[in-house]
Each structure stands twice: as structure tokens, then as C-alpha cells.
């Protein structure tokens, strides 16, 4: 069960994550996130010690998010291996089919922060980390159950296909579309020697 301090200390991350998804960590002040979440700033310094501090409880929050998700998509429900990694890349797409409106705190964050805060630069390595090995246990298990049939390191191949996607998220935002994503969909689904229809 959830306590008071919990609930205030979650809500200020929760506000403070919508608030920075659309305008990013510098832009925001505290105060912006603070009236929004309708917390004095007392209890802000009661939870944490800066704006930094703030910001790595931020991405961790997030990440523990997100890995439960990704958790989610990767679990083995029955279907192969290959069929549920492909689940995964499936859902950066966007929903419209046109726009790429990319809601990753880890992509909106990466080239912002990383120079100007060593807390979250670390924080957000350790979560790239967790979903990396995640996409490296699922193509083992790909390569265990014969849906994978290429000839894969398991933790090269998640790195090097982490890499890819992110960079297209990046490039998705630049363009304004999902060109990017669905040049990654179709080099994901040659890398891993995956029929075409595989990656729709």
C-alpha cells in the first residue's frame, strides 16, 4: 500500500515527466513543475536534494517503467522468439502510421543531458543497459527455439539493433516522420533473416 510520501514524491515525477517530454529537462524550472503538480516547494526539497537529483529519480522512475513494459512484450506467451522481439520494435512505431511522436524520456533526454549531468547520463546508461540485455535474452531464446536462424551473438546483435532504433527515433523527430523507423523496421528484419512480412 501506497503512503502519503510515496504518493507526492511519484506525483511530482509524474508531472515533471509530461511536463519534460514536451519541452525537455533545461527549459522546465521547478516551479513550472511544482504549481502543475500543486506541491509547495518545501516538499520538493523534502524528496530531493536539486534539480539534478530530481532528474535521476526522473529516468530511473521512468526506466523501472518501461522495462516492466518492454518485460511485457518480450515475456513468453507461446509465441516464437523472433515473433515477439519484432512485437517489440513494433511498438516505437508510431500509431497514426504517418507521424513519429516519439513519448521516450531516454530518447528526449540522451543528448540533452548527457554533457551536463554525470547522475542522469548514468542513470540513463543503466536503463539502455536493462533493455539491451532484455532484447539479448529474447534472441537467445530466439536462437534456441529455431525462429531465429541467422547467425547472431545475442548481446552484439541487441546492442548494435538498440543502437539502430535509437538512432531513428532521433532522426524520426528531425524529419517529422517515420521514414527513419521504417528503414530500421526493414534492416531489423534482414539482420535477423526475417521474411519482409515479418517487420509489417
Not at 516551479?31 to 530511473?60: C, R
Amino acid at each position: 500500500m501506497r503512503n502519503e510520501h510515496t504518493d507526492v514524491k511519484q506525483r511530482i515525477l509524474d508531472t515533471g515527466r509530461g511536463i519534460i517530454l514536451g519541452k525537455g529537462f533545461s527549459a522546465v524550472g521547478l516551479n513550472e513543475i511544482l504549481s502543475t503538480a500543486q506541491v509547495p516547494k518545501g516538499s520538493f526539497y523534502h524528496y530531493f536534494k536539486s534539480k539534478e537529483a530530481f532528474g535521476e529519480a526522473l529516468v530511473d522512475s521512468y526506466v523501472a517503467d518501461y522495462v516492466a513494459q518492454v518485460d511485457r512484450l518480450l515475456q513468453d506467451d507461446g509465441a516464437p522468439a523472433a515473433q515477439r522481439l519484432m512485437r517489440y520494435w513494433k511498438s516505437w512505431m508510431s500509431g497514426d502510421g504517418q507521424t513519429a511522436e516519439c513519448n521516450c524520456l531516454v530518447v528526449k533526454l540522451s543528448a540533452e543531458v548527457s554533457d551536463m549531468s554525470e547522475a542522469m547520463r548514468a542513470a540513463l546508461l543503466r536503463g539502455t543497459d536493462l533493455i539491451i540485455e532484455r532484447v539479448a535474452g529474447c534472441i537467445a531464446d530466439g536462437l534456441a527455439d529455431g525462429s531465429l536462424t541467422a547467425n547472431l551473438q545475442p548481446r552484439h546483435t541487441a546492442l548494435m539493433l538498440y543502437e539502430l532504433w535509437l538512432g531513428a527515433a532521433l532522426l524520426s523527430k528531425i524529419r517529422r516522420d517515420r521514414s527513419a523507423l521504417d528503414t530500421a523496421m526493414a534492416a531489423t528484419a534482414e539482420l535477423l533473416n526475417l521474411p519482409r512480412q515479418a517487420s509489417g
